[in-house]
């Protein structure tokens, strides 16, 4: 699982702390997923929005290996809320989306042998 950090309109570079963190953090959360996951793409942002708030916005793109990818984006004041937060939904959605794969997989194999049958 490789994973790649990149920043986008962020104020300041990303440094060796936050980068650590963040593959730390993205690591622990997927790895038990890790044989599906092809690449993982951390992007960080600012945003300024209406009320004049400065929020910071964590991207995270899953791509995996049958070539299907997931992106979860959150956007928080605090930086590390959302990249916690970007991450912990990541991991959820790709274990739902990895069951509803599997279920669908479980499913045609029946139908073939039910086909075969008659």
Not at 21 to 44: D, G
């Amino acid at each position: 699982m490789k994973i790649e950090i990149k920043s986008c309109d962020f104020p300041f570079p990303i440094s060796d702390s936050l980068r650590s963190y963040i593959s730390s953090s993205v690591t622990i959360a997927l790895i038990q997923k890790a044989e599906f996951i092809q690449r993982v793409l951390v992007q960080l942002s600012h945003v300024n929005n209406s009320c004049s708030w400065a929020d910071k916005c964590c991207a995270i793109k899953v791509e995996l290996l049958n070539g299907s990818e997931l992106v979860i984006e959150n956007t928080e004041m605090d930086l590390y809320a959302a990249i916690n937060r970007a991450t912990s939904r990541t991991k959820y959605t790709l274990r739902q989306r990895l069951l509803v794969q599997v279920n669908n997989e479980n499913v045609y194999k029946l139908n073939d042998e039910i086909h075969a049958v008659e």
